[in-house]
C-alpha cells in the first residue's frame, strides 16, 4: 500500500481559503451571466415595443394621410391633395409587414393585424378609391348620396377601434415583460443573496472542518491518556490519528510509551500471576502441569516438557514429570542424563538454549487435522542454590519474543525454591499418610456419591413437577391460541363478506340503475310527445293516457333518484361541495318551481325573506335545493286547502346555543316549511324520517310515495352541517325548519354540529323570533310551456344517434324527426365508427354508453384520436346514474353528458348550444 501523503495543518489552512476564493469565482460568473441575461431581455422589450409602438403609428399615420388627402381632394379637387393619398397608399403596407413580421411570436397580435389589415383594404375600395374616381368623374350627385350615407366613417371608426385593441394588448404585453423581467431581477437578488449565504456557509464549514480536524485530534490525544491516567494502570487504549499531519507524530510516540509502559505491566502482572499461582500445590506433577499451561498460555507456546532431578545408580537423571500437547504421552523422552541431549546440555551449562532454526527431525506438534513443526525451542533450566533440579522445554509455532522470554527467565528465578518445598512437603506427607490415605480416600468418596444421590433424587422429584406445571400451561396456552386463531378467521370472513355485500349492493344499484333508466327513457320521451299531440291525432282521453303514463315515469325516474341518493348517504359515497350560493333568488326559484303545483291543487303559496338574510351563503346549493324541494312538495302532497308558507330568516344572536356557537360559521339561517295540511301525531315525528316509512298505511294508500322524501332530506341536512325539525298538529298542519349554517371555511364538523342538535330543540323553542320578516306577494300565474323557435337550428343536421336498444333509438329518431333533422343510426361503437368513415360529416353526434362489441367510452376515444374529430360535438347519454360517470364521459371525449331518462326540452337545449357553437 502506498505510504499516506502527509497533509499538515498549513496545507490545510491554505487549501481552505483557495476553496472559499474557488467558491466567490464561480459565484461571480454565475451572478455575471444572470444579470448579462437579464439586460439583453431588457434591450429586447425596449427594441421590440418601441418598434412596434412606432410602426403602428405610422400605419395609423398613412391612414389618416389617405382620409386626409381623399376628403381634401372630394372637397377642393385639387390634385395635390392625392399626393399624401398615394404616397401613404403605397407606403402603409410596407410598414404593416415590418409590423406583422416583429410579431411572428405572437400570432393573435398576427392575427388582429389581419383584421386591421382588412378593414385598410375595404375602406380603400368601399369608399377611399370609389369617391376619388367619382370625383374625377365630376359625379356630384352620386358623391353626395355616398357622404349621406357615408359608409367610411364607419370603416375609420372601426379600424381606430382595432388599433386601440392592438396598442392596448401590446401595452400589457410590454407590462408583462416588465415584471416578469422585476421577477427576474428579485431572483437575481434572491440568487445573489443564496450565493453570499452559500459562500458564507461553505467558509464556515470548512473553518468547522480545518478546526476540527485539528481540535478533535488533539482533544483525541488528551481523552486517550486521560482515561489511561483514570484507569488505574490500564493501557491498552491507543491514540488513533486519522491526519497525517505534526499531531499524528505527536500520536506516534504516545503509542510507543504506552506500548513500553503496557509491556512492563504486563510483564510484571504475569509473574505476579505466576508466582501466586504455585500456592497450595502439594505434587511435582500438578505444579508442573500448572507451571506448564499458565505459562504457554502466557507465551502462546503451543508444547511442552517438564523435566525433575532425580538421583539413582547412574548419577543425576531428569525425568519428564508432566507434558503440555503431548500426543498419548510422547511429548519428549522420558528422562536425560546430565550432558545428554539438549535437555542435560541446558542443565550442564546452567544457561538458557533459544533455537529458531529447528531441525525437520525435531517432534512435531499435533492437531486435529496433523501435525505442525515448531518454528522456535526454548529450554530454560530451574536452579536453586545454585544447582539445576528442573528443566523446562517449550516449542512455538511462533518466534518468542524477547518479552516472553523475559518473562519466564524472571519466573525461573524463584521457581526453584518453589519446587524444592513441593518436594520436600511430598516426601513429609507421603510419610506420614501412606498406611490411611486410601481408607480415607475410599470413605469420603463413598460419603460423596451418597450425598450426590440424594441430591439427584431431589432435582429429579422437582424437574417432575416443573415439567407437569409447563405441559398443563401449554395446553392451555394452545387452546387460546386455537381460539384466537377461530375468532380471527371468523372476523376476516365476516369482513370479507361486509366488503362483498357493500361491492355487490353497489353494482346491484348501478345494474338496475341502467337497467330501469333505459326503458324508462323511450316511455318518457314517447309519453311526452303523445302528450303533445303535435299531429292532433290523439282524442282526449288518448292525450290523458299519455299524461298519466309520462307522470308515472317521472314519478319512478324520482323513486330511483331518491333510492341511489339514500344508498349513496348510507354508505358515504355522496360528496358534498360547498360553495358560494345566491339567497336572494331563493324565493323566485321556488315561486318558479311550484307556482303551477299551487294553482292546481287550489292551494295559496306564501314566501316570506327577512331583511336580515345574507345574500350569499357558502353550502351545497344542490343539496339544499333539493331538500327545500322535497319539503315544498310533501306540504302540496298532504294540503287539500289552505296555504303553504315558507319563511327564510337568520338565527337571531340570543337564540343562539352554546353548542351552535362554537361552530365555525358566518351564520345560522331557518327555513321553515309550514302547510295547512293533514298534520302529523306527535308520536309519529321520528319515525318519519326512517326511510321507507309514512305516517300510517292509511297515509300510503291515499297519497302515495315510498317514505324517503323525509329520510333524504334529514341525511342531507346532516351532511350540509345542520339538521331539521318538525311541530305539527292532527288536522291543523306541519312546520318542518331546516336549520343550516354558512361555511365558508368549507369544513363541517360533524361533532360540535352533533352537540348543538342534541341542545337546540328546547333553546329554539323557548326563544321568540324577532326578525323582521318582510312578505314577498308572488301572483299564483299559470306557467306555459314555451316553445323555442329551433327551426333555424335544427333543420337539415345530420345527427347520428349510436344506441343498442331500439326502443330508444324510435323514441330518439321520432323527437328529432320533427325537429326538421336527418337522422342516421348505428347499434354500437363499432357501427358507429364504420359510418363516420363512409359517409358525410355529422352535426352531432348522441352516443350511449353501456353497448356490446364495443361502448361509448371506447368509441368517443377513437373518434377523437382516430378520425382527429376533435371538435364535432358529443353528447353522452347514458342510463348509469353512479358517481363519476360524468366526469369518466367527459374524460372519455364526451363534449357533454344528460342522464337517462332523458328530458327532451334538455336535450335539445343542450344540443342547441352545441350546434350554434
Not at 392575427?111 to 378593414?119: M, T, V, Y
Not at 443573496?193 to 461553505?202: D, K, M, S
Not at 525461573?412 to 516426601?427: A, W
Request: charged share 25%; proline share 2%.
Amino acid at each position: 500500500m502506498e505510504k499516506k501523503m502527509r497533509f499538515g495543518i498549513k496545507s490545510k489552512i491554505i487549501i481552505g481559503y483557495l476553496i472559499v476564493i474557488v467558491c466567490l469565482f464561480i459565484a461571480f460568473i454565475v451572478l455575471n451571466s444572470q444579470i448579462s441575461s437579464l439586460q439583453k431581455e431588457r434591450n429586447f422589450i425596449i427594441d421590440h415595443d418601441i418598434e412596434v409602438h412606432d410602426l403602428t403609428n405610422r400605419i395609423e399615420k398613412h391612414l389618416l394621410d389617405m382620409e386626409t388627402g381623399q376628403r381634401g381632394y372630394i372637397i377642393t379637387g385639387e390634385a395635390s391633395y392625392l399626393e399624401p393619398y398615394n404616397s401613404a397608399a403605397s407606403s402603409w403596407e410596407k410598414d404593416y409587414n415590418a409590423l406583422y413580421q416583429l410579431l411572428n411570436n405572437n400570432p393573435n397580435q398576427q392575427e388582429k393585424l389581419e383584421k386591421i389589415k382588412g378593414s385598410i383594404q375595404d375602406w380603400i375600395e368601399a369608399a377611399g378609391e370609389p369617391t376619388i374616381a367619382l370625383k374625377k368623374e365630376n359625379n356630384t350627385k352620386e358623391l353626395q348620396q355616398f357622404f349621406e350615407k357615408d359608409p367610411g366613417r364607419q370603416y375609420m371608426d372601426d379600424i381606430r377601434s382595432q388599433f386601440t385593441s392592438f396598442r392596448n394588448v401590446e401595452k400589457k404585453s410590454t407590462e408583462t415583460r416588465a415584471t416578469e423581467l422585476d421577477e427576474k431581477n428579485q431572483k437575481i437578488k434572491i440568487g445573489l443573496y443564496g450565493l453570499l449565504l452559500f459562500v458564507t456557509l461553505i467558509s464556515l464549514a470548512i473553518a468547522i472542518v480545518l478546526s476540527n480536524s485539528i481540535v478533535n485530534t488533539i482533544k483525541e490525544v488528551t481523552q486517550t491518556i486521560k482515561r489511561i491516567t483514570a484507569s488505574k494502570g490500564e493501557l491498552k487504549g491507543r491514540i488513533k490519528v486519522r491526519s497525517n499531519d505534526e499531531i499524528k507524530d505527536l500520536g506516534i510516540a504516545t503509542n510507543a510509551l504506552l506500548e513500553n509502559i503496557e509491556e512492563r505491566n504486563w510483564l510484571q502482572t504475569n509473574i505476579a500471576h505466576a508466582v501466586t499461582m504455585y500456592q497450595g500445590i502439594a505434587s511435582v506433577d500438578k505444579l508442573a502441569e500448572k507451571f506448564l499451561f499458565t505459562v504457554s498460555e502466557m507465551t502462546g507456546a503451543s508444547f511442552g516438557a517438564f523435566y525433575v532431578r532425580e538421583e539413582n545408580d547412574k548419577g543425576d537423571l531428569f525425568v519428564k514429570q508432566a507434558a503440555f500437547a503431548d500426543r498419548k504421552g510422547d511429548a519428549g523422552r522420558e528422562s536425560f542424563l546430565i550432558g545428554e541431549g539438549l535437555i542435560g546440555q541446558a542443565a550442564l551449562e546452567k544457561r538458557t538454549l533459544v533455537i529458531n532454526d529447528v531441525p525437520d527431525t525435531y517432534q512435531l506438534i499435533a492437531s486435529g487435522l496433523g501435525d505442525v513443526k515448531p518454528k522456535s525451542i526454548f529450554i530454560v533450566p530451574v536452579l536453586f542454590e545454585d544447582e539445576v533440579i528442573a528443566v523446562i522445554e517449550l516449542a512455538s509455532l511462533h518466534e518468542l519474543t524477547v518479552l516472553e522470554q523475559e518473562l519466564i527467565s524472571q519466573v525461573i528465578e524463584t521457581f526453584g525454591l518453589t519446587i524444592n518445598g513441593v518436594i520436600r512437603r511430598m516426601e513429609i506427607a507421603r510419610l506420614l499418610k501412606e498406611s490411611q490415605a486410601m481408607t480415607e480416600e475410599l470413605q469420603a468418596q463413598s460419603e460423596e456419591l451418597q450425598t450426590q444421590s440424594e441430591e439427584l433424587q431431589m432435582q429429579s422429584e422437582e424437574l417432575r413437577m416443573i415439567n407437569e406445571q409447563l405441559e398443563e400451561r401449554t395446553k392451555d396456552a394452545e387452546e387460546k391460541a386455537f381460539e384466537l386463531e377461530a375468532a380471527k378467521e371468523d372476523l376476516e370472513e365476516k369482513a370479507h363478506q361486509l366488503e362483498l355485500n357493500s361491492q355487490y349492493k353497489s353494482e346491484f344499484l348501478a345494474n338496475m340503475s341502467h337497467e330501469l333508466r333505459t326503458p324508462l327513457n323511450s316511455i318518457l320521451i314517447l309519453s311526452e310527445m303523445l302528450e303533445e299531440n303535435a299531429a292532433k291525432t290523439l282524442s282526449e282521453d288518448e292525450e290523458e293516457y299519455a299524461r298519466i303514463i309520462h307522470s308515472s315515469g317521472k314519478d319512478l325516474l324520482a323513486l330511483i333518484n331518491d333510492i341511489l341518493d339514500l344508498s349513496k348517504v348510507e354508505s358515504g359515497k355522496l360528496d358534498v361541495l360547498l360553495a358560494e350560493m345566491n339567497m336572494s333568488e331563493l324565493p323566485d326559484q321556488i315561486e318558479r318551481n311550484f307556482s303551477h303545483v299551487a294553482e292546481q291543487k287550489k292551494v295559496q303559496l306564501k314566501i316570506n325573506k327577512a331583511q336580515d338574510v345574507p345574500n350569499i351563503i357558502h353550502t351545497d346549493e344542490k343539496r339544499f335545493q333539493q331538500i327545500v324541494k322535497n319539503l315544498l312538495s310533501n306540504a302540496f302532497k298532504f294540503t287539500e286547502s289552505g296555504s303553504v308558507t315558507v319563511s327564510i330568516q337568520r338565527v337571531a344572536d340570543h337564540r343562539l346555543t352554546t353548542a351552535m356557537r362554537t361552530v365555525d360559521t358566518d351564520c345560522w339561517l331557518e327555513i321553515a316549511v309550514a302547510d295547512t295540511g293533514i298534520g302529523i301525531p306527535k308520536e309519529k315525528h321520528q319515525l318519519i324520517f326512517e326511510a321507507f316509512q309514512q305516517a300510517d298505511g292509511a297515509t300510503v294508500r291515499k297519497y302515495g310515495g315510498t317514505g324517503l322524501g323525509l329520510s333524504i332530506c334529514s341525511e342531507f341536512a346532516k351532511l350540509l352541517g345542520g339538521w331539521i325539525s318538525l311541530s305539527s298538529e292532527v288536522g291543523k298542519g306541519s312546520t318542518f325548519t331546516l336549520y343550516l349554517p354558512s361555511l365558508s371555511n368549507g369544513l363541517v364538523d360533524y361533532e360540535k354540529v352533533n352537540f348543538a342538535y342534541e341542545e337546540v330543540a328546547v333553546s329554539i323553542e323557548e326563544a321568540e323570533p324577532e326578525a323582521e320578516i318582510t312578505e314577498i306577494d308572488h301572483p299564483v300565474q299559470p306557467v306555459e310551456p314555451s316553445l323555442p323557435d329551433d327551426e333555424n337550428v335544427f333543420q337539415d343536421k345530420r345527427v347520428l344517434i349510436v344506441d343498442d336498444d331500439q326502443r330508444n333509438i324510435f323514441a330518439l329518431k321520432t323527437a328529432l324527426a320533427k325537429q326538421g333533422m336527418t337522422i342516421m343510426t348505428a347499434h354500437n361503437g363499432i357501427e358507429c365508427l364504420e359510418m363516420m368513415k363512409n359517409s358525410e360529416p355529422f352535426d352531432l353526434i348522441l352516443m350511449d354508453i353501456m353497448m356490446p362489441q364495443m361502448d361509448g367510452y371506447e368509441a368517443m376515444q377513437k373518434i377523437r384520436g382516430e378520425l382527429k374529430l376533435v371538435d364535432l360535438p358529443i353528447i353522452a347519454l347514458t342510463a348509469k346514474a353512479m358517481k363519476n360517470d360524468r366526469e369518466k364521459c367527459l374524460e372519455a371525449g364526451a363534449s357533454d353528458y344528460i342522464s337517462k331518462p332523458l328530458d327532451l326540452n334538455q336535450l335539445f337545449s343542450v344540443m342547441r348550444v352545441w350546434l350554434v357553437n
